[in-house]
């Protein structure tokens, strides 16, 4: 594609070009061309081919073999149908036979709402040892549209002996892992490894080719159940560190083992089956006497665990409510709330937690605006805060029907692997009392949470029909120019209305609980006045200390005549009598009805 070039030549005087004398302004012709400058971008960014990511993997099968004994290298390539396997560069001790036709296998499923396919072209190498000795496997080259791609193999090296020895003197075995799951649903690889409590070991490492290489799976935090053990760090896969819990001694039927523990916990991201192949513990025992430099030499022992693998089903469609957010496993459910005594219009937090063995970390939350139970109240936001071991979410609800009684249940759908059912996990109601406000709610707040739409062209109810198509390339490129844009206006739009969900709408929505509290625990007049100077000032978003020796005559309506007076009456009871308390129930009446 060829791109017009544009020059401007000093002195030339032509239409649409300005000198100190044209006609045409400096800031038009400056216009002019940077509208042809972004034209030109979009020309080419529209036209430009999209470059398809490939993801190359390669995995041996083992990273210990014995002499004459055939490896498998696994070598993966996802994002190109098209894509190639070079040929592997030779290595000396090693037969590796020549790539053949790629095995092809495609996944599709949904992301969001959009259909997302995923295609893996998959060779199987063999690698044939000749000769004893450690080789370093060379990167795979995997070629996509004319560009190369690597992939470093792993485990990086193949070591080769006459005899794989260590079955007597070590271990490596592997628990808690099951035959079958769920896409979503989180299960746990316990590997334990030891050695002969007898040995005097100088040396330990683990070779584990699936290590960081398990497609379709994301791997988990364990959390916080490694707090407090020791901790020592042992070799992994020959050029790494993993940490290991240990060693600990253990008797076992063949005598007394140091052992140390290693976990992982994964969570499958679509059906298929995880390979996990075969793994290694390596460890050197000291032998003989120090050479004349002070080094001993070391026996090497190879312990091994076979292959196994996990295969993972698809979560089932039959049966599956339409308000199923992806949540999987066994869970339980608490909640709690800040307050149950509010006024109408200001705030309550609900907290629900989710615990268990489950997909905490992953599922979406349930939509209250959705639900009809929650019509009486104004959902102003939620803080999510995922965990692995518990899933914790805070509503912030403003009750705007005064004949409301209780916080509805909030339900959540949750697949059981156990029952292989789908579930309905629900909280219990929170009983409430909603005191009614006179004059009526701030119009920001009022009526039902779905009642009109909040902002104007946008309809709060679900649509049904077929999913929309993705955006073109040319729509999203004028997207990232006009979203500056909408992003400036919408910035003045909020400053002029207000943020609903800012820290002072939120101060303000919270004040008359507040004030309430703090009336219940003052002594005297003068802490009554310093909370209803807190309150004032959240209502008005000014300062407390503004509201305390405030200059009389300043509120002209009755409310505000009315907030003076009291005003006054503390500050007599606080300097001119015994700074005794005044009524509770008259305070809280002249603060609300002040109208700040």
């Given at each position: 594609?060829?791109?017009?070039?544009?020059?401007?030549?000093?002195?030339?005087?032509?239409?649409?070009?300005?000198?100190?004398?044209?006609?045409?302004?400096?800031?038009?012709?400056?216009?002019?061309?940077?509208?042809?400058?972004?034209?030109?971008?979009?020309?080419?960014?529209?036209?430009?081919?999209?470059?398809?990511?490939?993801?190359?993997?390669?995995?041996?099968?083992t990273g210990v073999a014995k002499l004459g004994a055939n490896v498998q290298l696994v070598i993966t390539a996802e994002g190109d149908p098209a894509a190639t396997l070079e040929s592997l560069p030779p290595v000396d001790g090693l037969r590796i036979s020549q790539p053949a036709s790629p095995m092809y296998s495609e996944f599709t499923h949904r992301v969001a709402g959009r259909q997302v396919r995923r295609?893996?072209?998959?060779?199987?190498?063999?690698?044939?040892?000749?000769?004893?000795?450690?080789?370093?496997?060379?990167?795979?080259?995997?070629?996509?549209?004319?560009?190369?791609?690597?992939?470093?193999?792993?485990?990086?090296?193949?070591?080769?002996?006459?005899?794989?020895?260590?079955?007597?003197?070590?271990?490596?075995?592997?628990?808690?892992?099951?035959?079958?799951?769920?896409?979503?649903?989180?299960?746990?690889?316990?590997?334990?490894?030891?050695?002969?409590?007898?040995?005097?070991?100088?040396?330990?490492?683990?070779?584990?080719?699936?290590?960081?290489?398990?497609?379709?799976?994301?791997?988990?935090?364990?959390?916080?159940?490694?707090?407090?053990?020791?901790?020592?760090?042992?070799?992994?896969?020959?050029?790494?560190?993993?940490?290991?819990?240990?060693?600990?001694?253990?008797?076992?039927?063949?005598?007394?083992?140091?052992?140390?523990?290693?976990?992982?916990?994964?969570?499958?991201?679509?059906?298929?089956?995880?390979?996990?192949?075969?793994?290694?513990?390596?460890?050197?025992?000291?032998?003989?006497?120090?050479?004349?430099?002070?080094?001993?030499?070391?026996?090497?022992?190879?312990?091994?665990?076979?292959?196994?693998?996990?295969?993972?089903?698809?979560?089932?469609?039959?049966?599956?409510?339409?308000?199923?957010?992806?949540?999987?496993?066994?869970?339980?459910?608490?909640?709690?709330?800040?307050?149950?005594?509010?006024?109408?219009?200001?705030?309550?937090?609900?907290?629900?937690?989710?615990?268990?063995?489950?997909?905490?970390?992953?599922?979406?939350?349930?939509?209250?605006?959705?639900?009809?139970?929650?019509?009486?109240?104004?959902?102003l936001g939620v803080e999510d805060i995922p965990g692995v071991l518990e899933r914790k979410a805070t509503w912030e609800l403003v009750p705007v029907d005064a004949n409301l009684e209780a916080i509805p249940a909030i339900p959540l759908w949750v697949f059981n692997p156990m029952s292989k059912a789908y579930e309905m996990l629900e909280s219990e109601p929170v009983p409430i009392r909603v005191r009614a406000?006179?004059?009526?709610?701030?119009?920001?707040?009022?009526?039902?949470?779905?009642?009109?739409?909040?902002?104007?062209?946008?309809?709060?109810?679900?649509?049904?029909?077929?999913?929309?198509?993705?955006?073109?390339?040319?729509?999203?490129?004028?997207?990232?120019?006009?979203?500056?844009?909408?992003?400036?206006?919408?910035?003045?739009?909020?400053?002029?209305?207000?943020?609903?969900?800012?820290?002072?709408?939120?101060?303000?929505?919270?004040?008359?609980?507040?004030?309430?509290?703090?009336?219940?625990?003052?002594?005297?007049?003068?802490?009554?006045?310093?909370?209803?100077?807190?309150?004032?000032?959240?209502?008005?978003?000014?300062?407390?200390?503004?509201?305390?020796?405030?200059?009389?005559?300043?509120?002209?309506?009755?409310?505000?005549?009315?907030?003076?007076?009291?005003?006054?009456?503390?500050?007599?009871?606080?300097?001119?009598?015994?700074?005794?308390?005044?009524?509770?129930?008259?305070?809280?009446?002249?603060?609300?009805g002040a109208g700040i």
């Amino acid at each position: 594609m060829q791109l017009t070039s544009i020059h401007l030549k000093q002195g030339s005087l032509q239409q649409g070009q300005w000198s100190s004398g044209g006609k045409c302004p400096p800031r038009a012709h400056l216009v002019r061309i940077a509208m042809a400058l972004i034209s030109l971008v979009l020309i080419a960014s529209a036209t430009a081919a999209p470059q398809r990511p490939v993801r190359v993997r390669a995995q041996l099968s083992t990273g210990v073999a014995k002499l004459g004994a055939n490896v498998q290298l696994v070598i993966t390539a996802e994002g190109d149908p098209a894509a190639t396997l070079e040929s592997l560069p030779p290595v000396d001790g090693l037969r590796i036979s020549q790539p053949a036709s790629p095995m092809y296998s495609e996944f599709t499923h949904r992301v969001a709402g959009r259909q997302v396919r995923r295609i893996t072209l998959s060779w199987t190498l063999q690698v044939e040892t000749l000769r004893e000795g450690k080789f370093e496997l060379p990167s795979v080259r995997v070629v996509s549209n004319g560009r190369g791609h690597l992939g470093q193999v792993l485990p990086a090296s193949l070591t080769v002996v006459c005899d794989i020895q260590g079955a007597d003197m070590g271990f490596l075995e592997v628990s808690e892992v099951p035959e079958r799951v769920y896409e979503g649903q989180p299960f746990s690889v316990h590997l334990r490894a030891g050695w002969d409590a007898n040995l005097q070991v100088a040396s330990a490492g683990m070779v584990l080719p699936w290590w960081g290489r398990l497609p379709g799976t994301l791997e988990l935090n364990t959390g916080q159940e490694n707090v407090g053990r020791k901790v020592v760090t042992i070799g992994l896969n020959r050029s790494g560190r993993v940490d290991v819990v240990g060693p600990i001694e253990e008797n076992r039927d063949n005598g007394v083992f140091h052992v140390v523990e290693l976990k992982r916990r994964f969570l499958p991201t679509r059906p298929g089956v995880l390979d996990f192949a075969q793994g290694i513990f390596e460890f050197g025992e000291l032998v003989g006497n120090a050479g004349p430099f002070g080094r001993r030499k070391t026996r090497d022992f190879y312990a091994v665990l076979p292959q196994f693998d996990v295969q993972v089903l698809r979560v089932p469609e039959e049966g599956r409510p339409f308000a199923w957010t992806g949540a999987v496993g066994s869970l339980s459910v608490d909640r709690e709330t800040d307050t149950r005594d509010v006024d109408q219009g200001a705030s309550i937090h609900l907290t629900m937690r989710w615990q268990g063995d489950g997909n905490l970390e992953f599922f979406d939350l349930p939509d209250l605006s959705r639900l009809d139970a929650f019509r009486g109240f104004r959902i102003l936001g939620v803080e999510d805060i995922p965990g692995v071991l518990e899933r914790k979410a805070t509503w912030e609800l403003v009750p705007v029907d005064a004949n409301l009684e209780a916080i509805p249940a909030i339900p959540l759908w949750v697949f059981n692997p156990m029952s292989k059912a789908y579930e309905m996990l629900e909280s219990e109601p929170v009983p409430i009392r909603v005191r009614a406000v006179e004059g009526g709610l701030d119009p920001a707040l009022g009526g039902p949470v779905l009642d009109a739409p909040d902002v104007l062209g946008i309809d709060p109810h679900a649509r049904t029909g077929p999913d929309p198509e993705g955006p073109s390339g040319s729509n999203l490129l004028v997207g990232y120019f006009l979203l500056p844009l909408a992003w400036l206006a919408g910035r003045m739009f909020v400053r002029r209305r207000g943020d609903p969900g800012g820290l002072a709408a939120r101060r303000r929505r919270a004040a008359p609980r507040h004030l309430s509290r703090a009336l219940g625990r003052a002594e005297n007049a003068a802490d009554q006045r310093q909370a209803l100077a807190t309150f004032l000032g959240a209502c008005s978003g000014q300062s407390d200390q503004s509201w305390i020796g405030r200059a009389p005559g300043l509120l002209s309506s009755a409310g505000g005549q009315e907030l003076e007076i009291l005003l006054a009456s503390l500050d007599a009871a606080i300097h001119g009598g015994d700074n005794a308390p005044l009524d509770k129930a008259m305070i809280e009446r002249v603060a609300r009805g002040a109208g700040i």
